[in-house]
């Protein structure tokens, strides 16, 4: 919460947490941003997964077409994951980047 997150949804049967939607947008991408966390074997698994949206001013495509951002050097990704890293640094322990 500390780095602008919000709990959306909670599902305690598989430790999910979900985060509120965030809006991002870079030179040549506008999406809406969530966090998924699993409590797995004392661990903790963040997903990262975005959404286009439609247009300039906002418009959502379908609620749930939120897809996992593979790493890399594209423009979405680095941000997407320094997102990431700040919300890993502020919850704090050791990390561990994996596919």
Do not use: C, W
């Not at 947490?17 to 998924?36: A, D, W």
């Not at 997903?47 to 594209?74: C, D, H, M, Q």
Request: no cysteine; net charge neutral; glycine share 6%.
């Amino acid at each position: 919460m500390n780095t602008g997150y919000s709990f959306d949804k909670k599902d305690q049967e598989f430790n999910l947490l979900t985060s509120q939607p965030k809006e991002i947008e870079g030179r040549n991408y506008y999406r809406q941003l969530i966090f998924e966390v699993i409590a797995k074997d004392n661990e903790l698994i963040i997903t990262p997964k975005t959404k286009r949206l439609n247009n300039a001013i906002g418009n959502l495509g379908s609620e749930n077409l939120f897809e996992e951002v593979p790493y890399s050097k594209a423009k979405l990704a680095i941000d997407v994951y320094t997102r990431l890293t700040e919300l890993a640094n502020s919850i704090g322990g050791k990390i561990i980047y994996s596919q």
